[in-house]
T-cell receptor, first 116, second 113 residues
Framework: NAGVTQTPKFRVLKTGQSMTLLCAQD?????MYWYRQDPGMGLRLIHY???????AKGEVPDGYNVSRLKKQNFLLGLESAAPSQTSVYFC???????????????FGSGTRLTVV | EDQVTQSPEALRLQEGESSSLNCSYT??????LFWYRQDPGKGPEFLFT???AGEEKEKERLKATLTKKESFLHITAPKPEDSATYLC??????????????FGQGTILTVHP
């Protein structure tokens, strides 16, 4: 029962390099999300997906791209990394909103990215 | 604009010393107030969802309550293992089908033996 798995757990990039963060969930959740967490800023939504083949921008999407080719996977790409993208990245997933129900997002353990 | 503010930023308690964490929210059409626990180096772990004013939920030493403007996380007789960052998030109706979650900055709780 893995839940949400993120890879890699740690990464150091040089400015201008590219990379892809991988997120996989095994709970058959419809919705998936990418957040970044910075000291004093809380969790901020980068991009999200409400289903396979669909993605949308969150509140801080600049410099990132995403893809959801399969329901269980959500990829976050950095095409040209910048020091401002140094952060901890969390993937999360949830069931589709069906009105009032006792559910919450399930988060992965995070990817710590440093851009030098 | 949706806003969630948590206080205090940090709280130090002695083991057994009960206290409360505050979460003030301003969202358009609340569709759930969430509490999460986050341990160092890990992702947030879901604790509670509250939907309507007056609602209360309990789990072990934790009890969450909700009013029209605030939520409180009450910690009764805390133990050192309750030390963590507690995050509050409000889910608004928004204009999309998924319902936006706005997070507070968290309260760092430290319980000393």
């Amino acid at each position: 029962n893995a839940g949400v798995t993120q890879t890699p757990k740690f990464r150091v990039l040089k400015t201008g390099q590219s990379m892809t963060l991988l997120c996989a969930q095994d709970m058959n959740h419809e919705y998936m999300y990418w957040y970044r967490q910075d000291p004093g800023m809380g969790l901020r939504l980068i991009h999200y997906s409400v289903g396979e083949g669909t993605t949308a921008k969150g509140e801080v999407p600049d410099g990132y791209n995403v893809s959801r080719l399969k329901k269980q996977n959500f990829l976050l790409g950095l095409e040209s990394a910048a020091p401002s993208q140094t952060s901890v990245y969390f993937c999360a997933s949830s069931y589709k909103d069906r009105g009032i129900s006792n559910y919450g997002y399930t988060f992965g353990s995070g990817t710590r990215l440093t851009v030098v | 604009e949706d806003q969630v503010t948590q206080s205090p930023e940090a709280l130090r308690l002695q083991e057994g010393e009960s206290s409360s964490l505050n979460c003030s929210y301003t969202v358009s059409g609340l569709r759930g107030l969430f509490w999460y626990r986050q341990d160092p180096g890990k992702g947030p772990e879901f604790l509670f969802t509250l939907y309507s004013a007056g609602e209360e939920k309990e789990k072990e030493r934790l009890k969450a309550t909700l009013t029209k403007k605030e939520s409180f996380l009450h910690i009764t007789a805390p133990k050192p293992e309750d030390s963590a960052t507690y995050l509050c998030a409000a889910r608004s109706a928004g204009g999309t089908s998924y319902g936006k979650l706005t997070f507070g900055q968290g309260t760092i709780l430290t319980v000393h033996p």
